[in-house]
DNA sequence: TAAACTTTGTTTATTCAGTAGACAAACAAG
DNA sequence: CTTGTTTGTCTACTGAATAAACAAAGTTTA
């Protein structure tokens, strides 16, 4: 705490880095040479040669045959071995559940979701578990197998993973990811919803080549993820991106955080229900499917509502984008499929109210993961995790 | 842009990070043994013997006499040189120059400040050029002289040291930083006020062992400095941190920035003093010492006006920890001054709205430097500078 | 007081990773 | 068939860190 251990550098750090940098250097790239991977990353051709063969050792690339020529000896191509293992991820949302098995790759092999309503976090356990050994048994051999599950949940999740309150599942303190590492013996990795989903996007999404990226989860609750600076931003105890109780009205709504005027109170999910079940002709038991519905049949009073939302989304950009002044920002979850509606309003709220310098390079978009986000994001922090120790144990 | 040209490693790397690793530990450890140094930066005996020898060469470091024995050989202990170099800083205010000149370590040697009110950008060039003239000769002779002068304003910069604006002096796209390269032939930096007062409490105050920090300028406007992760968050274009135009009241008072109820419109020293002169005994021209001083009297109008700034103050604090969950919060620039009216409505605000965990490990405080905190911090950026580039560049 | 142990700092031999450049293999073009 | 080019490997070398030996300068103990 005192003092910031500073890691010594020594060649292994070296080694690790370079090897690290050739392997995603053909990832990016594949198929690629060994020559042309000696150009992309700078290095000599010599230590490309030597960390290729390290890396074919061990299963993670592979030789296809040979290239074209452009003038000399044909190349040989060099493939990232996106199946020499897989990943589990799960996003938990308030009321379904998603598991993806991935490759290493972000790909996904297979897929399964449950919905179901008020369930305990016991019976939810239930399920999860059937998720997770269905997703097991998918996998093909390979030589890694499940390198890692990732759970996103819609709540707070400690440095140390647990989960500390998940609101609209009534968890509290749930300490998921000791449960599971005992029960499947991998690496399990615990993430916010939002975080995870920010994480996908980067990865797989939008955001690809982006490096400030606010990642807007608008849900039944409002949840935002950070990626500052190229990586995931989560505060001093996990806990950044309560966005969704961020104030914007200071005599406003009471929210049950105990403040006033939160933001998610007037443009999440849950907003746009409560304002449709006071309608005149309100239905029954509104739904975020239902209303979109309506409202492509051109029922104006709930266009009118939608409009609302997208406005009051606009606002809390607005706020958002004064703070960061990220080059994207992603609407993304369940209220990225009422884009049509959005969209508009929230621009406009925005052109006409942020200052004229933020504006510049900045994109709005929404989610192109739609409600994979979470998943993709969490199976990727496994992979990533794999890659790290992997790279630094092996020896050959 | 498309692919993040990574460095390559290689043992220069290594070398230079290990050296500037040594060196930074000098510094903290000061009076220290090659022997106690090997052990804090766990490098072997040899290795902190041959690159303690080239920072000697290069006079950043020297040695004092003996030390103490503790049973053996009596060590030889060495210190950080922090005379090797002198660093200026100036933080332009509204109605203000301040000029410090820092040695090495960021005390400081000598300081110059101008008041005035409502001048021209070539007339505070002026003024600026004469002290930035007075601090060069100030300085004593050194090995390497002025390493650097950095300016701290009130307003945005771009990435590339240009003032794009800064709306309470009335400067429009400034280049300030060539302006000053050019006459003074050392390195210069520009940075946004709050930046730099963030950077100075991280670095010298507050903020010392702490990695994410959110520093509050409070002045006439407010900005915000933002450390994430142990470093200077700057956004996209470096345009991040302006949160006194996060809306905290949607249909509030018009901004000239062209949104409503934006911060600082209710927080900050402005509006202090635009609230002060509505209140039927207003007097003439109201000023912060002015109010000041009235409450120390007990003028109970003057505190409640304090209070209402407090309060207000609190609910923008309430949506950066929400936003950030930091581990720390400063209250710098002149607000500051009012820490005794100002406190307790604030905290009051937090503990009663602030999501419970986020206020775990979370310190709320006012500036330790006081006004000198952008000064210290942009001195400070063009040490770093000097280290950075001076030690891959030496070669012995 | 002398011998034994400790601590400090330097020196030497070794290890390890990256680099430069030579080289052979494989191919295209004239 | 010859020339030139590209690819990939191999060898000799460089530079940095390390371990271990060692000398210098203390302290502690018998």
């Given at each position: 705490?005192?003092?910031?251990?500073?890691?010594?550098?020594?060649?292994?750090?070296?080694?690790?880095?370079?090897?690290?940098?050739?392997?995603?250097?053909?990832?990016?790239?594949?198929?690629?040479?060994?020559?042309?991977?000696?150009?992309?990353?700078?290095?000599?051709?010599?230590?490309?040669?030597?960390?290729?063969?390290?890396?074919?050792?061990?299963?993670?690339?592979?030789?296809?045959?040979?290239?074209?020529?452009?003038?000399?000896?044909?190349?040989?191509?060099?493939?990232?071995?996106?199946?020499?293992?897989?990943?589990?991820?799960?996003?938990?949302?308030?009321?379904?559940?998603?598991?993806?098995?991935?490759?290493?790759?972000?790909?996904?092999?297979?897929?399964?979701?449950?919905?179901?309503?008020?369930?305990?976090?016991?019976?939810?356990?239930?399920?999860?578990?059937?998720?997770?050994?269905?997703?097991?048994?998918?996998?093909?051999?390979?030589?890694?197998?499940?390198?890692?599950?990732?759970?996103?949940?819609?709540?707070?999740?400690?440095?140390?993973?647990?989960?500390?309150?998940?609101?609209?599942?009534?968890?509290?303190?749930?300490?998921?990811?000791?449960?599971?590492?005992?029960?499947?013996?991998?690496?399990?990795?615990?993430?916010?919803?939002?975080?995870?989903?920010?994480?996908?996007?980067?990865?797989?999404?939008?955001?690809?080549?982006?490096?400030?990226?606010i990642?807007v989860?608008a849900?039944?609750?409002i949840?935002v993820?950070?990626?500052?600076?190229?990586?995931?931003?989560?505060?001093?105890?996990?806990?950044?991106?309560?966005l969704?109780?961020m104030t914007i009205e200071?005599?406003g709504?009471?929210?049950?955080?105990?403040?006033?005027g939160?933001w998610e109170l007037y443009a999440s999910?849950?907003a746009l229900?409560?304002s449709?079940?006071?309608?005149?002709?309100?239905?029954?038991?509104?739904?975020?499917?239902?209303?979109?519905?309506?409202?492509?049949?051109?029922?104006?009073?709930?266009i009118r509502l939608f409009e609302q939302i997208g406005d009051y989304l606009g606002v809390g950009l607005n706020n958002i984008i004064n703070i960061f002044n990220p080059?994207?920002v992603i609407i993304?979850?369940?209220m990225a499929?009422a884009k049509k509606w959005l969209r508009d309003p929230l621009i406009n709220r925005m052109v006409n109210q942020t200052l004229w310098f933020q504006q510049?390079?900045l994109q709005i978009q929404f989610?192109?993961?739609?409600?994979?986000?979470?998943?993709?994001?969490?199976?990727?922090?496994?992979?990533?995790?794999?890659?790290?120790?992997?790279?630094?144990?092996?020896?050959?």
């Open positions: 705490m005192k003092m910031t251990m500073n890691q010594t550098w020594n060649q292994h750090v070296v080694k690790k880095g370079n090897k690290s940098l050739v392997l995603e250097t053909i990832k990016d790239h594949s198929p690629v040479s060994r020559a042309e991977t000696a150009n992309l990353t700078g290095l000599n051709k010599g230590t490309v040669s030597s960390l290729v063969s390290e890396l074919l050792d061990e299963q993670l690339i592979s030789e296809s045959g040979p290239g074209v020529s452009s003038g000399g000896r044909r190349p040989v191509m060099l493939l990232f071995n996106q199946l020499a293992g897989y990943s589990i991820g799960i996003d938990i949302g308030v009321n379904y559940l998603l598991g993806v098995l991935t490759d290493l790759q972000g790909n996904i092999c297979d897929e399964k979701r449950e919905s179901y309503t008020d369930l305990t976090y016991e019976e939810i356990k239930v399920k999860l578990f059937d998720i997770i050994d269905y997703l097991i048994q998918a996998a093909p051999p390979s030589p890694y197998g499940i390198v890692g599950i990732g759970v996103g949940v819609p709540g707070t999740v400690s440095n140390t993973g647990e989960i500390l309150l998940a609101p609209n599942l009534e968890w509290k303190n749930i300490h998921l990811q000791a449960v599971l590492e005992r029960k499947y013996q991998v690496p399990v990795v615990i993430e916010n919803e939002a975080n995870a989903g920010a994480y996908g996007e980067k990865k797989f999404g939008a955001g690809k080549d982006v490096d400030d990226i990642y989860s849900g039944i609750g949840g993820g950070l990626i500052l600076n190229g990586s995931l931003y989560k505060g001093n105890n996990g806990f950044s991106g309560e969704g109780h200071v005599d709504k009471k929210c049950r955080c105990g403040n006033k939160c999910e849950q229900l409560s449709a079940s006071k309608l005149p002709d309100a239905p029954g038991q509104p739904s975020l499917e239902h209303l979109s519905d309506l409202a492509d049949e051109g029922d104006e009073q709930v080059q994207q993304g979850n369940r499929s510049k390079d989610s192109e993961l739609s409600t994979h986000s979470t998943a993709l994001g969490v199976a990727a922090f496994s992979v990533e995790n794999f890659f790290k120790v992997d790279l630094q144990s092996q020896s050959v």
